[in-house]
């Protein structure tokens, strides 16, 4: 508690701003990482090119009825012939000669994943035509289909990522220092979303999502700690919700970078861009004071402790540096006979804690389940799928602006509970609302699930 008497003396100042604003960079680009398969799984309306090629008696009256129905302007084959993709409709068939109402043309089911040979006999197709080119995962892959489910096997290995960083990295920063892991991982996810961006097959795009959001887990988890660490106990409410607000600028940006980097490839390059500035984070980004008490660090702590106390314009007294020399030596020692496996086991060892920790934890997965849910599904919801993604971060503002004042006046056990009661109760009011209504707009939807 001494450390905390020390940075409670050293304010809320330059250094803390500077650790503040340092991190939330790559929170930003969790976001957009995390978020990404909104914008880079879409999947075009599509129908199936056999129709084209085994039906003769109507081919020129079907794909003209589509070719001006999805305006297509180029073959897309999911063998990559080269001698169809270089061909469009109108090489392929005289389109002048037909005369045709789009508005009139409607999709058959068996026009997408299947067509019929011999008007008897149905076969899969295996090659499509899409109304659009937009750029993704689906169009790249042909994941449309029986192969659909691939887009959301993609998200859940996400979360997979982000459980497996989540159980693994809090551990290595409790042993190896919340800084080396915010840098660590910050890299790593850096160099595994370029490799993410440029490989070419689905196996490798599964495997390489993995790994971003397992170093994105570290990296945001470590941020998170790193930061609240080095503010007062008084204001630390403030740091912890504000950098959630970049959580939430970051899904509303994401929109507008795919707006304009329509290509997945380049567009997973640009949301990786700001991690380039955690290259400099080596230079000027301090390490935990409480972490280098905890570990005997004594004389880095010191150094660190009185550089803020210069940058923030306070002193710090001797007797108090003494203080926190002589607490270190003294609760090293019981640290020493404990390594962080048996630390964690002693959570489920008592059971008052074990019931604390599995209650949590079920708070955590339906959080999470309900955020996730709604968050992945804004390209499904009625109206403009940039629009929708753009309000679903907004909506998240009030609630982490409001949650700083409710921390400092309620703590934390009430809000949370009436946070999971509200979101209970509107969740269940969505099922009242009429599918046809007009009276609810996407916002609306929004502003209820959330």
Known sequence: MLVDEALTRLGTGFTQWIVFFSLCIPILAAAWQILAIIFIGITPEFLCFQWFVTDTNKTNERLVNYAELFNINKLYDIYNDSNIMSLSPE?????????????????????????????????????WLYKYYESSIVTEWNLVCESSLLVHVSSSVVMAGCMVGSALMPIVSDTFGRRLVVIACSWAMLIS????????????????????????????????????EWFPPKTRAIPGCASLLFWAFGIMSLPGLA??????????????????????????????????????????????????????????????LSKLKRDCAESQEATD???????????FRLPTLRWYALLMCLV??????????????????????????FLSGLVEIPAYVGNVFL????GRRIPTCLYQMLSAVSLLAIFFIPETTGLFTPFDTWFVAS
């Open 407 to 410: 921390l400092k006046r309620f």
């Open 259 to 320: 707006y304009l980097f329509p290509n997945w490839r380049w567009l997973m390059v640009v949301m990786s861009s700001p991690l380039l500035l955690t290259l400099l984070f080596p230079l000027y980004l301090p390490e935990s004071a409480h972490w280098l008490y905890a570990h005997g660090k004594v004389e880095e702590a010191e150094r660190i402790l009185l550089q803020t106390a210069r940058w923030n314009r306070v002193v710090l007294s001797k007797t108090l």
């Open 193 to 228: 979303c370029i490799i993410n961006a440029f490989v070419d097959t689905y196996s490798s795009f599964v495997v390489m999502r993995f790994f971003v959001a397992t170093f994105q887990a570290g990296m945001f988890l470590s941020s998170y700690t790193l930061m609240c």
């Open 364 to 389: 955590w997965f339906l959080t999470s389940l309900v955020y996730f849910g709604i968050s992945l599904s804004t390209s499904v919801l009625v109206g403009n799928k940039y629009w929708n993604c």
């Open 91 to 127: 090489s392929l068939y005289e389109s002048s000669q037909l005369t045709l109402n789009s508005s009139t043309v409607s999709l058959e089911p068996a026009d997408q994943c299947l067509y019929i040979d011999d008007n008897t006999t149905y076969y899969r197709c295996n090659t």
């Open 337 to 347: 006979r404990k390594n962080t496996f048996t630390r964690i086991g002693q959570v």
